[in-house]
């Protein structure tokens, strides 16, 4: 079955793999039973490849609240979504909603799921980022016309989601694979191992995650590659990741990325692919 080329990354996520997509489509094995995306992220891939049975997860309950919404409230989700205006005074009155928890909860999943999408499409740099108490705090992006209620997208999302067969998690990485059978595939996207301090940014949510977590990920890929199940992983080409993978297939490949935390600094920056397979 041809893929849908509108089915595409309803957000701008950190560390999106849109740029990355023909590298990383070289190495997705031709065949598997389930696709399993334990850091979903944005989508980018998940989105490309389009897989008929997936199991997807991100420790990020809004964004996981974005795409069950897409699904199931479709309809309800564009009509909230028509009802925002692109100015600063109403945008800090949306993206303050969170510092109010009562408030917040009060909010229908609907409302939530549109806020971010909102704040998404008209923050600066489009780039969804949270403090430590886990609220939004990017500032307003001063865009002329942002693309707000992008229909053809959220349909043709909303579409692959009701034919497809999809399980949206939210919660840890290794609960992701639990029960995962033999012919299944996992693609692994985690925050990334900072290049250097000032590029240290896993601001999307507020846990983090940090090298203890990066060798709890690789000791998950060693028990996926004893049983023989395939995994890709994307991660930053630092000496600290090349040496934890070393005994796995690594290709280096590169990007461009903002490549500190001030986001006006990009470079080409190296990036791993490693897998288990040839």
């Known amino acids: ?51 008929n049975k997936a199991v997807v997860n991100d420790i990020n309950e809004e ?14 989700l564009i009509e909230d979504l028509k009802k925002h205006k692109n100015e600063a005074g109403y945008y800090y009155e949306i993206r303050e ?9 009060q909010l229908s999943n609907v ?25 939004f705090n990017s500032p307003f992006g001063r865009y002329k016309n942002p693309n707000i209620v992008n229909e053809t997208i ?36 985690p925050p990334y191992d900072p290049v250097s ?13 940090a090298r203890d977590e990066q060798v709890r ?4 890929c060693d028990k996926l590659n004893s049983r023989n199940i395939k995994f890709l992983l994307s991660n930053s080409a630092t000496d600290f990741i090349l040496e934890l993978y070393k005994d796995y297939n690594i290709t280096i490949v590169k990007a461009n990325r903002a490549i500190n935390s001030k986001g006006d600094k990009r470079g080409e920056v190296n990036e791993v692919l490693v897998k288990n397979y040839e």
């Open 111 to 135: 409302e939530k799921a549109s806020r971010i999408i909102y704040l998404n499409k008209t923050c600066y740099n489009g780039l969804f980022r949270v403090n430590q108490q886990g609220e």
């Open 97 to 105: 909603l969170d510092r109010d928890k009562k408030k917040y909860n």
């Open 217 to 220: 990920l690789k000791k998950l």
């Open 63 to 76: 964004l996981i609240n974005v795409y069950t919404v897409i699904r199931d409230n479709l309809e309800e």
């Open 1 to 51: 079955m041809k893929n849908n080329p509108l089915v595409a990354p309803v957000l701008k996520w950190v560390g999106g793999k849109r740029q990355l997509l023909k590298d990383i489509g070289k190495h997705i094995p031709s065949k598997y039973s389930t696709y399993y995306e334990p850091f979903l992220g944005g989508g980018a891939v998940f989105f490309d490849l389009q897989p």
């Open 154 to 189: 959220l349909r043709a999302v909303g579409n692959y989601f009701n034919k497809a067969k999809i399980t949206f998690k939210c919660g840890d990485f290794e609960e992701t694979v639990k029960g995962i059978r033999k012919g299944s595939f996992v693609y692994f996207d």
């Open 197 to 209: 301090d000032s590029a240290n940014f896993t601001g999307y949510d507020k846990g983090g995650f």
